[in-house]
């Protein structure tokens, strides 16, 4: 063998062996060992203690850019400047998450939030945290978990994600370019610390509470849309308050509604929580005419938003108006106004429901279980994208990752949470299986998990714990032509979803967590 062929193929097996240890080193179990698999019962009723706290996630913004032709799009080929404010020479974006690449933040549009709700029997003690952002993944949930001091008694936390498409990319998607993350590592940090932070003081401000339940149904109906078939719908406001038993006042409310926050669209480029902003707002302070007279009382406390089953996609679509509940103006293009109207609404339909339909418990139990998941990674783009490090992701199997499920009960309400971005169908019932699927079988996810919820009021929240996109019914799953209601392309989820066997996987999941809570 000459040694130039010798070289030639130390070279290539030097570039083959340093492909594969840095696919290794991305690929890594970050969290080894940790496996959830919990069951907690618990029959005595006593007082229910209930703490809330807000800690504030915005981005420290600092230089600012000018988007030449407006396509809300950072390019420098297209002419596009920027400010180096810090004079570093470098340009600090942070990345926008949702829609399209390169959408570089360019202030500040409202304050973005990780808000904990904290609930305690005397035997449980379970942390919600709600952030503002278009998702977390299970091992920065992890990490955030573990940043919770043991003084704390906290025994489970979960993690929510409101899927603003105004925030930070906290995933690695939306960054400048197909084979760079959007994640800014100092950023997340903050996040993570931010979420325990949260947690840690709605656990220091529980006081002894009243639990107030309430729904509406159809009030919101006409704020959502679903832009898949079929059309299945999941528009309930879910409500829980707790009121200081010693003071009468509101410590926090828990709202639960399913659409996409991202009214305010694709050009909008400053961060925001997009509506729900103006719903917490609402909620807490009231709502006013233009003269300052009060329309609607505020509750106080600290609103802590947590989304729904928002795949198929739940959106309020720019062909959708909305109608400011006050003034009585109509807004249709994309506006921070008409996320305001928006928000407004659903203030004033979940307030009105608290005033006349609320049920009070004063006494109850948590009842709690939690599976941990190994969900098959698909997605040849998602296997590609932790590969490189984009989608900074650990695997606890060869392309598969943790993922986690979860149910509990609370007197009259019984709550479930899914990690990613559930269809309405597979909660509510009314899966298809129509001409063109994928895979020609009958309906899977079934029954309807809402089915099996005990209760009567039964939250269902997405986003929880992880994010894993869509959880498309296998029976609906389309990629390869012939497409599915005789459409000419397959539908928009697909691209946005593990695999096809993730909603079979976490609909058994789930029912398992629900058989546990109803023994």
């Known amino acids: 063998m000459s040694k130039w062929l010798r070289g030639t193929l130390v070279i290539i097996g030097s570039i083959i062996l340093g492909i594969v240890l840095w696919g290794t080193i991305q690929l890594w ?66 990345w926008l998450a949702g829609f399209g690449k390169y959408r570089a933040a360019n202030g500040i549009g409202d304050t973005l939030w990780a808000r904990a709700m904290v609930l305690d ?54 960054g400048p370019g197909y084979f760079k993350s959007g994640i800014n590592a100092e950023y997340m940090q903050l996040v993570r610390s931010q979420i325990a932070a949260a947690a840690t003081a709605a656990a220091k401000n529980a006081k002894p509470a009243k639990i107030r339940f309430a729904k509406n149904l159809l009030g919101a109906e006409n704020l959502v849309g679903d832009t898949r078939k079929p059309e299945v719908l999941d528009p309930g406001l879910y409500m829980l308050q707790a009121i200081d038993t010693a003071t009468n006042q509101t410590l926090g409310t828990l709202v639960n509604w399913a659409n996409h926050p991202e009214t305010l669209w694709d050009k909008n480029l400053l961060s925001s929580s997009d509506f729900p902003h103006y719903v917490r707002e609402y909620m807490e302070k009231g709502i006013y005419d233009t003269s300052g007279n009060e329309i609607t009382k505020g509750l106080g406390g600290t609103v802590v938003y947590v ?63 939690v599976k941990s998941l190994a969900l098959k990674l698909d997605n040849p783009l998602y296997r590609l994208a932790a590969f490189v490090g984009v989608l900074d992701r650990g695997m606890v199997g060869w392309m ?59 939250f269902v929240v997405g986003l929880s714990n992880d994010m894993v996109g869509y959880i498309i019914p296998k029976s609906e799953w389309d990629e390869e032509a012939p497409h599915i209601y005789g459409e000419d392309a397959s539908p928009y989820g697909e691209t946005n979803s593990v695999g096809p066997e993730t909603a079979p996987v976490i609909h058994k999941a789930v029912l398992e967590c629900l058989e546990a809570l109803n023994k």
């Open 29 to 94: 179990d970050r969290h080894a060992g940790y496996w959830l698999d919990l069951n907690i019962r618990n029959t005595e009723k006593r007082t229910i203690h209930a703490g809330f706290a807000a800690m504030h996630i915005n981005p420290p913004l600092t230089d600012t850019w000018t988007d030449v032709n407006g396509d809300a799009e950072f390019h420098e080929e297209d002419g596009d400047t920027w400010t180096d404010v810090n004079g570093n020479g470098e340009f600090d974006a942070y």
């Open 121 to 174: 029997d005397g035997n449980t003690k379970l942390a919600l945290v709600s952030i503002d952002a278009i998702g977390f993944g299970s091992d920065d949930i992890i990490a955030a978990r573990k940043m919770i001091p043991e003084s704390a008694g906290i025994d489970y936390t979960i993690v929510t994600s409101t899927h603003t498409h105004e925030a930070p990319d906290l995933l690695g998607l939306w």
């Open 307 to 369: 989304n729904g089953a928002i795949g198929g996609l739940m959106t309020t679509h720019p062909s959708m108006s909305v109608k400011d509940p006050v003034t009585s103006r109509e807004f249709k293009e994309p506006s921070f106004n008409k996320a305001d109207a928006q928000g407004k609404k659903l203030a004033m339909l979940a307030i009105a429901a608290l005033d006349s339909t609320a049920e009070e418990i004063k006494e109850a139990s948590i009842n709690l279980a």
């Open 400 to 458: 598969k990752m943790r993922s986690e499920v979860a149910a509990w009960s609370l007197g009259p309400a019984s709550f479930i949470h899914v990690p990613g971005e559930i269809y309405p169908e597979i909660v509510n019932g009314g899966i298809e299986a129509p001409k063109g699927q994928d895979f020609e079988i009958e309906p899977l996810e079934i029954p309807p998990l809402r089915e099996k919820m005990p209760g009567r009021y039964k």
